[in-house]
């Protein structure tokens, strides 16, 4: 069993800042990409930032330069720290990793459950 769970959300005023985590755990071998990604009421859910195994992050261009994503490979977490946030970000941010349970194990997509991110004008 593999479970990702997010925390961090909540609610906070334009131009504030918020850091979300993501703590993967169970059964786990090794984990390849890691990503963050939100969606708001009405909207199809989108990417917003990846980390692959080695470090190389990318971004979405909405968010590119205010947030930013890391990993830690040591606690299988990954973290996104948020800067200048608008109404716009409002959203439910799922964490997802790609990761192999075991040395034969087929490489499979894990989501977490969400935490709500609402910013305020």
């Known amino acids: 069993q593999v479970q990702l769970v997010e925390s961090g959300g909540g609610l906070v005023q334009a131009g504030g800042s918020l850091r979300l985590s993501c703590a993967a755990s169970?059964?786990?071998?090794?984990?390849?990409?890691m990503r963050w990604y939100r969606q708001a009421p009405g909207k199809q859910r989108e990417l917003v930032a990846g980390?692959?195994?080695?470090?190389?992050?990318n971004y979405a261009g909405s968010v590119k330069g205010r947030f930013t994503i890391s990993r830690d490979n040591a606690k299988n977490a990954t973290y996104l720290q948020m800067n200048s946030l608008k109404p716009e970000d409002t959203a439910v941010y799922y964490c997802?990793?790609?990761?192999?349970?075991?040395?034969?194990?087929?490489?499979?997509?894990?989501w977490g459950q969400g935490t709500q991110v609402t910013v305020s004008s």
């Open positions: 997802n990793a790609d990761l192999w349970t075991g040395s034969d194990s087929p490489l499979f997509r894990y």
């Open positions: 169970g059964n786990i071998f090794n984990i390849n990409d």
């Open positions: 980390i692959t195994s080695g470090g190389s992050p």
